[in-house]
């Protein structure tokens, strides 16, 4: 009887929970990786945003190329004068 008591009470008394080695893999696994891709993405936002400086860079310059070919040739054919050439500069 006093086995049968003693074995009610046990059942039913919460044990305290700790958490299992899969689960704490898991845990660690996740922080890791969210570490290794922050750092990764902290280093590529310079990087594209430099490029993105650049690409606006290179742009600026042929369309100034663009420009300056068109005011070429409307002086050599003669189709443009001082005042245009002035505003499209």
Same mark, same amino acid.
């Given at each position: 009887?006093?086995?049968?008591?003693?074995?009610?009470?046990? *059942?039913?008394?919460?044990?305290? *929970?700790?958490? !299992?080695?899969? #689960?704490?893999? *898991?845990?660690?696994?996740?922080?890791?990786?969210? =570490?290794?891709?922050?750092?990764?993405?902290?280093?590529?936002?310079?990087? +594209? +945003?430099?490029?993105?400086?650049? =690409?606006?860079?290179? !742009?600026? =310059?042929?369309?100034?190329? =663009? *420009? #300056?070919?068109?005011?070429?040739?409307?002086?050599?054919?003669?189709? !443009? +004068?001082?005042?245009?050439?002035?505003?499209?500069?």
């Amino acid at each position: 009887l006093f086995l049968a008591k003693l074995y009610t009470i046990a *059942k039913k008394w919460k044990q305290a *929970k700790c958490p !299992l080695t899969d #689960d704490w893999i *898991k845990k660690i696994w996740y922080i890791y990786t969210m =570490e290794y891709y922050s750092a990764i993405k902290d280093k590529t936002i310079p990087f +594209t +945003t430099t490029w993105m400086e650049l =690409e606006g860079i290179m !742009l600026s =310059e042929i369309s100034q190329t =663009e *420009k #300056d070919k068109y005011c070429m040739i409307s002086l050599i054919c003669g189709r !443009l +004068t001082n005042t245009q050439m002035k505003k499209t500069v």
